[in-house]
Nanobody
Framework: QVQLVESGGGLVQPGGSLRLSCAAS????????MGWYRQAPGKERELVAG???????NYGDSVKGRFTISRDSGKNTVYLEMNSLKPEDTAVYYC???????????WGQGIQVTVSS
């Protein structure tokens, strides 16, 4: 069973920055893709950013130009660099990964990001 552990969340002022980390229990190249999703109270979970095994990235429209997804294969970790944060970015952020062989999607436990003055 894959384990994904998020870290780096917290409270930040509007316009500030945070970096989230997602550490996987095995090689990130075991996954077809890894990504970040978020869910705000009363809203559906939405894609924030994703990266494929080949390195292609995609972003949700609301975060394009502000957020960057990256990975460190040596640390089995995927990052989400979040800049110019807005109050509407407040949500629980989840890391996920799709297994390359089984296609099973695993989720982290989620981490709170709050943007408020």
């Amino acid at each position: 069973q894959v384990q994904l552990v998020e870290s780096g969340g917290g409270l930040v002022q509007p316009g500030g920055s945070l970096r989230l980390s997602c550490a996987a229990s095995g090689s990130i190249f075991n996954f077809n893709s890894m990504g970040w999703y978020r869910q705000a109270p009363g809203k559906e979970r939405e894609l924030v950013a994703g990266v494929t095994r080949g390195g292609s990235t995609n972003y949700g429209d609301s975060v394009k130009g502000r957020f960057t997804i990256s990975r460190d294969s040596g640390k089995n970790t995927v990052y989400l660099e979040m800049n110019s944060l807005k109050p509407e970015d407040t949500a629980v952020y989840y890391c996920n990964a799709e297994n390359r062989i089984s296609r099973v999607v695993s989720w982290g436990q989620g981490i709170q990001v709050t943007v408020s003055s």
